[in-house]
């Protein structure tokens, strides 16, 4: 607008140990156990990455391949909401997640094995998205929309003289989470941490909600200059966004030394999951309060406007609450596996990185489909989900292929 089996290669060779809601505190001395309700979170939040660029395609505020609706309506408007709310967060937590599982991998494997490991994992689907999955989907919609009447040899032609053919896409998550983990190898290796980990217990409301305001200031200043819409244009990298980001990831290796995923407390989970609801709530109010739902969009999305620190503000604390809400809820709630959920959670990082290939060429196909907006968006979406799944079990069950996948 933030694997062998998962979306993050970290989690794959750790035991898959059950965590109920009574655990002792002594599971601080297993940081190495593969949380389940972690796997069912990953699926959620790899559903709000299509359903975030199903919103868009149809009329909600950020860039995509293909955008079908364009201008102001109520139901753009209420798109955009639920853009608004998703992108707030969903990244974020995607980081914090991979980060959590780096250094029990890292102890377990060795500076050199483990980026290796990261290098084949991340690696390749980098390679073959830039030089053949992006430019192949660009050349699908320039000539489905564009009218490019080329052959494929000319497309790729264009690449010497337009280089952003070749751009990261929805793949800056990968590109951005291997730099981050090959700078946490280079400050482990400078660096050797002493101990095997902390003792420091879950963070209180007050930090909490003190971080985020931080994190909030900090997303402000960076709006300054960079607003929002702002990116480096070959790696699709949006620098309004790294403030959490890299915050994120910061926490969540934290979090790994102190193994706060082993038991996430009801305070502050409940409060912050209570606060969360009301933030969503407000969005509306702060965004019409803003000038945002009347089409004035430059104040908010950065610059020295106070627009632009109030959606920061509330950006930020909201993020920071509905990850503390959804660790807390998945943990006491939603801590098991079935068949179907397993599966789903071992496809995650397959259906991120092949999302685009479903769910551009069906939007393009319903393109003659009579349909308001917000119709159009959930007859997509009950498509697409489904069908994002499927395609990436098939894609793993080719022999070798869930050794990168």
């Not at 955009?80 to 969903?90: E, Y």
């Not at 999955?133 to 000539?143: A, C, K, T, W």
């Not at 280079?186 to 971080?211: D, Q, T, Y």
């Not at 990185?353 to 907006?373: G, K, Y």
């Amino acid at each position: 607008m933030q694997k062998r089996e998962t979306l993050f290669p970290e989690c794959n060779h750790l035991p898959v140990i059950p965590v109920s809601r009574n655990v002792s505190m002594n599971a601080r001395q297993q940081p190495t156990r593969h949380l389940l309700y972690i796997n069912n979170i990953r699926i959620v939040l790899i559903c709000l990455v299509i359903l975030t660029h199903l919103a868009i395609t149809y009329g909600a505020f950020g860039s995509w391949f293909y955008n079908e609706v364009e201008g102001f309506s109520p139901e753009t408007a209420l798109l955009t909401l639920v853009t608004a709310l998703s992108q707030s967060f969903m990244m974020g937590f995607f980081f914090l997640i991979a980060a959590y599982f780096i250094p029990p991998s890292y102890g377990r494997k060795g500076p050199e094995r483990f980026v290796h490991d990261r290098l084949v994992r991340l690696g390749i689907p980098l390679l073959v998205w830039v030089l053949l999955i992006g430019p192949l989907l660009r050349y699908y919609v320039e000539m489905k929309t564009g009218g490019f009447s080329g052959t494929l040899a000319d497309w790729y032609g264009l690449g010497t003289m337009h280089i952003t053919i070749f751009g990261l896409g929805p793949l800056w998550f990968v590109f951005t989470l291997l730099v981050f983990t090959l700078l946490y190898v280079l400050w482990r290796v400078l660096f050797a941490e002493k101990g095997s980990s902390g003792n420091i217990s879950f963070p209180s409301l007050s930090m909490i909600i003190g971080a985020g305001i931080l994190i909030g200031v900090l997303t402000f200043l960076v709006r300054i200059v960079s607003p929002i819409e702002s990116s480096w244009e070959f790696f699709d990298i949006q620098p309004p966004f790294f403030v959490q980001y890299i915050a994120f990831f910061l926490i969540g290796l934290y979090a790994a030394k102190n193994n706060w995923f082993a038991q996430i407390p009801d305070r502050p989970g409940k409060p912050c999951a209570i606060l969360a609801v009301f933030l969503a709530l407000c969005l509306p109010v702060v965004l019409v309060a803003t000038g945002a739902l009347s089409g004035t969009l430059n104040p908010l999305l950065g610059g020295l406007h106070w627009q632009s620190l109030v959606y920061s503000l509330w950006e930020q604390t909201f993020a920071i609450f509905i990850v503390t809400g959804m660790l807390w809820f998945f943990f006491i709630r939603l801590d098991h596996a079935g068949k179907i959920t397993s599966s789903a959670a071992a496809a995650t990082y397959t259906v991120y990185i092949i999302h685009p290939v479903v769910i551009i060429p069906l939007t393009l196909s319903m393109q003659a489909i009579i349909l308001s907006p917000v119709p159009k968006f959930l007859l997509a979406a009950i498509i697409a989900i489904p069908l994002c799944f499927l395609l990436a079990i098939m894609i793993r069950s080719i022999p070798g292929v869930d050794r990168v996948l």
